[in-house]
């Protein structure tokens, strides 16, 4: 995220400074590929581990969580690892507009904290 900055821009009738605060934005496209990124890693971490610890795994959560995912073959990996990068995305395209929305309503009538 940006650091909130505050400029002073010079009103016409005076030259005094009048200080503007920016509201912080989280943009889309820049958390949508984080979360997704981070979720398809974590997803392939977590498979490895399922693998190398079997006693241990829990591929019956993922059969839960991921609709058409197996244990374990090539395309059942694949398309696990294509969900958890949607399932990414679908929480940025939700998030980041709910969180811009909010942050401009809420920060015009509140001060500084």
């Not at 200080?19 to 979360?35: E, K, T």
């Amino acid at each position: 995220m940006r650091e909130m900055t505050t400029t002073f821009p010079l009103h016409e009738r005076s030259s005094l400074p009048v200080p503007v605060q920016v509201v912080p934005r989280i943009p889309v496209p820049a958390l949508g590929f984080s979360l997704g990124l981070f979720l398809a890693v974590t997803y392939v971490l977590c498979v490895l581990y399922d693998l190398w610890l079997p006693e241990a795994a829990m591929y019956k959560t993922w059969l839960a969580l991921l609709p058409g995912f197996t244990w374990i073959s090539w395309p059942s990996f694949f398309l696990g690892l294509i969900e958890s990068f949607a399932y990414g995305w679908y929480v940025a395209l939700l998030f980041a507009p709910l969180f811009n929305f909010f942050a401009v309503r809420l920060g015009q009538t509140s001060g500084p904290m």
